[in-house]
């Protein structure tokens, strides 16, 4: 009664795409904090949903960082990928990123799901969830139950919907 099955979730995304700001909306509001940092290395979250409680590996996007991710792959049983939708210059970076993830072994030939947040959607002329979806090329994942969300981790819209889709996968 009240146990949770417990999942492991990979956060990952450039530097500034707003993960940490995400994951600390996803937690009860009791249990948020008010000033986000870019985060050191990575940093281990909670929360949880109807049916599941989910650990959250919050990795740092920073380019010195990144080579931590590959590390954490294997513990993972869903992936959140954070794209910033008004970071242009930047969608090439996040597409060689999310490429390289998807090739990764401990990747590559499981069914991982994951979940494309396209953050940010609140500041003026960021990009849709279809363009993103597009310049990212997702329709080439065929191997992987995905799905992506235009979310404002500012106020929250889009959240809900993102995990509930992640939560239908998984339990
Ligand atoms: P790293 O830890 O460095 O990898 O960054 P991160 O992806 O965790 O980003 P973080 O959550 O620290 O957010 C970076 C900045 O973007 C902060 O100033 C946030 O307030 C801002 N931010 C996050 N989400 C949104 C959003 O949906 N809209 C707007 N306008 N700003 C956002
Ligand atoms: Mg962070």
């Given at each position: 009664l009240g146990l949770k099955k417990e999942v492991n979730v990979l956060c990952l995304g450039l530097d500034n795409s707003g993960k940490t700001t995400i994951i600390n909306r996803l937690k009860p509001s009791n249990a948020q904090t008010q000033d986000?940092?870019?985060?050191?290395?990575?940093?281990?979250?909670?929360?949880?949903?109807?049916?599941?409680?989910?650990?959250?590996?919050?990795?740092?996007?920073?380019?010195?960082?990144?080579?931590?991710?590959?590390?954490?792959?294997?513990e993972g049983q869903a992936i959140i990928f954070v794209i910033d939708s008004?970071?242009?210059?930047?969608?090439?970076?996040?597409?060689?990123?999310?490429?390289?993830?998807?090739?990764?072994?401990?990747?590559?030939?499981?069914?991982?799901?994951?979940?494309?947040?396209?953050?940010?959607?609140?500041?003026?002329?960021?990009?849709?969830?279809?363009?993103v979806s597009q310049l990212l090329c997702l329709e080439n994942i065929k191997d992987k139950p995905w799905h992506i969300c235009a979310t404002n981790a500012l106020?929250?819209?889009?959240?809900?919907?993102?995990?509930?889709w992640l939560q239908d996968q998984i339990k």
């Open positions: 986000i940092v870019p985060t050191i290395g990575f940093s281990i979250e909670k929360f949880k949903t109807s049916s599941l409680s989910f650990t959250v590996f919050d990795m740092s996007g920073q380019g010195r960082y990144r080579n931590l991710w590959e590390h954490y792959y294997k008004a970071d242009k210059l930047r969608m090439v970076v996040a597409k060689e990123e999310l490429d390289t993830l998807i090739n990764h072994p401990d990747v590559k030939h499981r069914r991982v799901p994951i979940l494309f947040f396209a953050n940010k959607m609140d500041v003026r002329d960021s990009l849709s969830s279809v363009k106020n929250g819209e889009g959240l809900q919907e993102g995990v509930e």
